[in-house]
């Protein structure tokens, strides 16, 4: 099949990782090691192909506690230290293979773009909750034969 050029279309599924994320809001970077899962709608031929995919990915990232009841100077809850926190990130996005030998499965490279949500909380403040990030992906496809 691979030596006549053969496309292969059909669902996909896989783990992930998005190890940076940039948040265009305040031009920032922020590491970190969400792991999660992708299903997308693969394209190409054997060997090669593109998936467009949704993701949900978990992590811990850091906020800040927050004291509601003392306000600073610009009327805003004054921060008391920082917490690790769980987030759940919503993504979609493109999954490239990125090298297949025959017999082998493919190492997989992404875009994607997405939010971060957090438990609210009067005393935890995430500045990037809700706020639009974009990412490389990196995982693994465990429908790839």
Avoid: C
Avoid at 51 to 56: C, K, V
């Amino acid at each position: 099949m691979m030596s006549t050029g053969a496309g292969r279309y059909g669902w996909a599924y896989g783990a992930l990782t998005m190890p940076y994320k940039y948040y265009p809001s305040d031009k920032s970077f922020v590491a970190g090691v969400p792991i999660g899962a992708y299903l997308g709608w693969r394209m190409g031929r054997a060997g090669s192909g593109v998936t467009l995919a949704g993701a949900l990915t978990l992590s811990q990232v850091k906020a800040e506690t927050v004291d509601p009841k003392v306000l600073d100077g610009d009327g805003k809850p004054t921060v008391t230290g920082t917490a690790d926190v769980a987030a759940l990130s919503a993504a979609v996005g493109v999954v490239f293979d990125v090298s297949k030998e025959p017999g082998t499965k493919a190492f997989k490279a992404g875009l994607f773009v997405g939010k971060d949500r957090i438990t609210h909380s009067p005393t935890i403040d995430y500045k990037h909750s809700g706020k639009t990030w974009f990412a490389v992906q990196i995982g693994f496809d465990f429908t790839d034969n």
